[in-house]
């Protein structure tokens, strides 16, 4: 007695695997943000106020800036 599998189980094999594959990518990436906010977190917590403020943040915004790295806060205060 012998089994065979039919094409329609391997094309639902392909997309399973897409999703596996997509939600993995979406898990290595988001592992990989959250890395560099807490390397920019530590390296900001390591100043002292004088250097804080030379580049423009108190410790009260380390968060914020951790968190929108977009952000350059050099340049919001800057502007004003």
Known sequence: MSTTYGAPGLGQTAGSTQRVSSFIRGYWDAFQERRKRA?????????????????????????????????DPRGIRSAR
């Open 39 to 71: 390397k920019v977190r530590a390296a900001l917590y390591g100043l002292k106020d004088h250097d804080l403020k030379d580049i423009g943040i108190s410790y009260g915004e380390i968060e914020y800036v951790a968190l929108h790295r977009e952000i």
